[in-house]
């Protein structure tokens, strides 16, 4: 079976993709974020299935209900795609009018998403902000990978508990019109290292450049060689979920999740 991709004319995530680019430029659609998430929603779906044979472990892609601080419940409706991992209880032979046993569940992926009008280093920083806060609270100790989306543009990261950065190495965000850096970003928000995943360029010298952002635009075609303009952008997101499928992750979801 040829492979999927998520911009195929026959996936979901390709006609909601279309609908954030379009509401991007409209005055009013720009500051509706459901759109985002509708996307996002589906992005992940060809690379995580759902279902599995009996016994081996499936993933759950869900949009997620809210954790965070709670005095900040308000500000923050839930906006984040959360891709989860399910590992099933050993096969046993089911009794007759017993509830089975649930799977194990961890969460591998968090997707902040945000309306296209928050496109601008303060949106990126907004959304870097909330995105550490619901980290914190929800995850203190376990290892997340986590996209912040932003209308049709995206960036990655992961979330560390384990090892925070030194202070010398923590990310610096660069303001607009080089005015100069937030530097407040968490030690626990990360780069993932470019030898696991060749081909970022969205963070230099410790700096995120929310101009070097990617795009989900797969339409555009380079007029010098025909091809997809950004094919490099969307083949560095399906390396990125190859990653987080084959990355060893340390404990399980608390049982309330």
């Given at each position: 079976m040829a492979q999927r991709h998520f911009w195929d004319p026959t996936e979901a995530a390709s006609s909601r993709i279309i609908v954030v680019d379009e509401f991007s430029t409209d005055a009013q659609q720009k500051?509706?974020?459901a759109a985002v998430w509708h996307a996002w929603e589906h992005i992940p779906r060809p690379y995580f299935p759902d279902h599995a044979p009996v016994g081996t472990d499936h993933y759950a892609i869900e949009r997620e209900a809210y954790r965070g601080p709670q005095a900040k419940t308000t500000e923050h409706i839930p906006d984040v795609i959360v891709?989860?991992?399910?590992h099933p209880p050993p096969p046993a032979q089911p009794t007759p009018g017993q509830r089975p046993q649930r799977s194990q569940e961890r969460d591998v992926l968090?997707?902040?998403?945000?309306a296209p009008v928050e496109m601008a280093p303060h949106g990126w920083h907004t959304v870097l902000g909330e995105a550490t806060d619901r980290l914190a609270s929800a995850h203190t100790n376990r290892e997340v990978f986590l996209i912040l989306a932003i209308g049709m543009k995206w960036m990655c990261f992961v979330w560390n508990p384990a090892a925070p950065l030194p202070q010398n190495q923590r990310l610096r965000l660069r303001m607009a019109n080089n005015a100069g850096f937030w530097d407040d970003i968490d030690t626990r928000i990360q780069p993932i290292p470019?030898?696991?995943l060749p081909g970022q360029r969205h963070i230099v010298n410790n700096v995120i450049e929310t101009n070097l952002a990617y795009t989900l635009n797969y339409w555009d075609v380079n007029p010098t060689t025909n091809l997809q303009a950004h094919l490099g952008?969307?083949?560095l997101?399906?390396?990125?979920?190859a990653i987080i499928q084959n990355h060893q992750y340390v404990g399980w979801n608390p049982a309330h999740f």
């Open positions: 500051k509706k974020e891709v989860r991992v399910r968090w997707i902040e998403c945000k470019a030898a696991a952008d969307l083949t997101l399906e390396n990125l979920f």
